[in-house]
């Protein structure tokens, strides 16, 4: 039997900032019928991304603004619960970009992946196996290019992201050191997610600890904050050191951008590389990293945390909370249980 | 004969930004005599270089700094003219980190190459086949890494990399940008370089000069100055692009850093790389530089300017000439004619 009501989080006002819950408002819309080569994806699981902050913003970016009154962009996973397209049948698990909503019809291009991995939890598929793992894989992998016995340092090192890099640059070889917030993060750093080192950069002398946690100097930063934490790392490359840019959570505003020390000179004398990473320029070879991290996560190899918050009210506000660094793990909304 | 007297320039004391005339003085040391391995090398002419100012400074860099009474490092150019070693003869043309002197001892250990282009004059084994010559080649096509259709924009434009970088990008089919200060060195991008476009940054206007020149963004900036002119071309980049930090000739002193806006999102939204070049560690391949650049020198496809100083009296200012700006073309210090 079809659903007759969605609800939905649209964009009421756009941010100059950090999103907060009053950009947002919670709608309730008709789900509209199906059209021939459409489907209608059930949302179980909702995604909290800080990249969402770059997709509402007017700056620009890598994708077109949300437009004032249309749904929120986002990452979800659910189930088909109808269909009118050949490739998509009902009880098919898909992840894709649904947006806030309970419902959304799709004709297929919002759809990243099928979810065949029936074994592991669906909400996995929004993080660890989703484009924060991905993200994580291919980011270190391919543009960190890690060697084994080099030394890694992640910035929101207990994060959805920071923590799977973290635990790759292991798997690789590499020693490790996470840099989080608190004392919790940094005991989750070291507990849960095997890093060799991990550093509280509230508590201060974050230039002293990089110096002892890596006395032969950085080779691979995984850097998801800019900022101050960024320019106290940067005085610790080793020569040839990979810088891989793939967040900015600690600053607040963009435009105008944050004024900060320069970089060059860094590069230059260490002969270093800083390079921009976006997971979307990877999708023909999700699969690959999908299939691998999947893999680890069966094996043990691979620990992700998930911070769960219950019902579509809960969205509007979860992205300000992510930037407050109020999550533990991979901020998820979920719409259904069981 | 052996010369007796030789005269060196040494460094007095250590600057904090610019090395002036005053960091340095004129004296008159004896030549000492070759021992068994050694050779004497007759500098014919000194090389002035921008990268000379982080030679003396005390800020970490890629090598020792010079001490204070040190004859000042420099590469020069010059002929043995007396040896006690089996690889060198009397005669040979050689290039090396010889020093501001008139007359070096060597042991070899100090030859970056000898230079076989007896056809070719040997001031140009100082520029253009020479550390800037060979700098702009790997700096170019193995970071920046250019396409034919590519736009390259180059700053210092007209100075002894910059002018290189700029005519080997055209043999690449690249679109060439030049950014230089003033109309002298503006006319002489276009008319002598080969710049399909040239701008004056000191005119103002250069984000918007910037965005004529290159309306579908820049692929490929190698970058000599760092600061304002850098952060004007960060606005334009294209996605993909490549950023080649060869030399920050804009800032005045490095302790403590200048601050500036931060790249962090241009590099990410645009997927770019920033990447440090030091021209050291391509000295295995030195020969495959040289020799491609005699070749399109010796075709008319490659040309360069120099700016020469008569006098080894002429040392103790001329770099700071050069961040002044005052030079067209490689400035060398002529030590002997003929």
């Known amino acids: 039997m079809a659903p007759s009501v969605n609800r939905q989080v649209r964009l009421r006002e ?38 969402m902050r770059g997709w509402v913003s007017a700056v620009a970016n890598y994708s077109q603004p949300v437009g004032i009154g249309e749904v929120m962009r986002s990452v979800a996973a659910g189930e088909v619960v109808a269909s009118r397209h050949p490739g998509y049948a009902s009880g098919d698990r898909v992840m894709g970009v649904f947006g806030w909503q309970e419902f959304a019809v799709s004709d297929g291009s919002t759809v990243t992946r099928k979810v065949r991995e029936t074994d592991l939890p669906l909400s996995a598929s929004l993080g660890v196996l989703g484009l924060n793992g991905i993200t994580a894989y291919f980011a270190l992998l391919e543009v960190g290019a890690p060697r084994p016995g080099e030394a890694v340092v992640v910035s929101t090192a207990a994060g959805a992201v920071g ?45 002293a600890a990089l110096g002892q946690a890596c006395p032969r100097g950085i080779d691979v930063y995984f850097d998801n904050t800019a900022g101050p934490i960024s320019d106290a790392v940067l005085r610790h490359l080793a020569i040839g050191a990979r810088i891989v840019i793939c967040g900015t959570a600690s600053v607040a505003s963009w435009d105008p951008p944050p004024t900060g020390p320069r970089v060059e000179r860094h590069l230059l004398v260490k002969r270093a590389r800083m390079q921009g990473f976006i997971v979307f320029d990877w999708q023909r070879r999700y699969e690959e990293a999908v299939g691998r991290l999947a893999d680890w996560v069966r094996a043990g190899k691979l620990r992700y945390r998930e911070d769960i918050l219950d019902g579509i009210e809960q969205a509007p506000g979860a992205i300000a909370g992510l930037y407050r660094g109020e999550n533990l793990g991979k901020r998820l909304i979920r719409l259904r249980h069981g």
């Not at 999103?19 to 699981?45: I, K, M, S, Y």
């Not at 490790?176 to 940094?186: D, N």
Request: glycine content about 12%.
């Open 14 to 51: 756009r941010p100059a900032g950090i999103p907060q819950a009053g950009h947002f408002e919670l709608v309730t819309a008709p789900v509209p019928a199906l059209r021939d080569g459409e489907f209608l994806v059930r949302n179980d699981f909702l995604s909290v991304d800080p990249a």
């Open 163 to 207: 923590a799977t890099v973290g635990q790759i640059a292991q798997l690789a070889g590499c020693r490790t050191v996470g840099i989080a917030g608190g004392p919790t993060k940094v005991a989750l750093c070291r507990n849960e997610f095997g890093y060799d080192a991990a550093i509280d950069y509230k508590a201060g002398n974050l230039d």
